[in-house]
């Protein structure tokens, strides 16, 4: 199927005010995984079943929520967790927002643009720390390719409108002096989808997660032009660490259910904990095999490139909220002289009990 366009006109009028999910397509969920690496049994007093929604959950992005969810970490804190797929984080909001979900494992900077729409979601627990995305070129559309200007007029493929993909993708393009009506973008979703779109010439570029932009990068198929998946590039390209993969949640939901705001935040801060040791065969041993798009070689090099940038403790930063704000507003000027509470977009309180328990 062929990935919808956002046309330059209709680029042109979102901004960060506007809902994630514009030009969304019908969600379209994957199976759940199998959650839950320990039995039922003698354990915590069981908190109930949640669903989390993700958008593209193999890609090295959610990777502390799939370690979580596949080494028992929920299941040990009383948590019956069902993990929903969908094809990008915008979609996953979507989930959320209509009630198939009720938390959600994305960018924080989602719950910025929310609170600009009236709207209280609140992140629990950082996953990443840096947005762990790269935008390639394609050498087959564009094999004389010389710089970003060369973009212009050109379709660049992201996993939705609305999405970090999307906010990388643009960030990166206006360093060079790039605005809104230079590109088109096109909603091409993840793993195979958003390799089949570049492959197949319906985009000229594409700005993706890993494993999928290495497993590009090293077959021939993209030169890599933006790259934000290490610590040292968040820092000269953003200006600070950028909080990224969290999961947040209505704040509704987090006062209604306290005790599995803190589970879920137990089972990531845990799982944090057991990948600041973990070998790389340990991590492919633990995640789907599918996860690993049939190369582990590929897998495990771009799992080593992106590993410096996972949290060590699931805490946000304290200058993390202000510098998202900041990248947000670069893209957006009109959003410097609105008001955001960041206080109110995230909270460290689940994630400080959760290092007491587990010493991290």
Known sequence: MTSPLLSRRAFAAVTALSAATVCAPTLLAQAPLQSSAVPHGDGPAALGRLTIAVGGQSVLY???????????????????????DFSAGAMALQAVQEGVADVCSGAYEHTIRLQLRGQAYRSLVLQGRAPQLALGVSLRALPQYKGLGDLAGRRIGVSSVGSSTHLAASLLLARAGMGAGDVSFASVGSGAAAMSALRTGQVHALCHADPLMTLLEQKGDVRIVGDLRSLKASQEILGGPMPASCLYAPQAFVQKNPAQAQALANGVVHALKWLQTAVPADIVKTVPAGFLMGDRGVYLAAFGRVR????????????????????????????????????????NDFVRKARLKFNV
């Open 62 to 84: 959610h990777l502390p929520l799939a370690l979580a969810d596949q080494l028992g970490y929920f299941r040990a804190e009383g948590l019956d967790v069902s993990v929903r």
């Open 308 to 347: 410096e940038t996972y949290s060590t403790n699931g805490l946000m930063p304290d200058d993390g909220a202000s510098t998202a704000l900041r990248v947000l507003s670069r893209v957006h000027p009109e959003l410097a002289d609105t008001r955001v509470d960041l206080a109110r977009t995230f909270t």
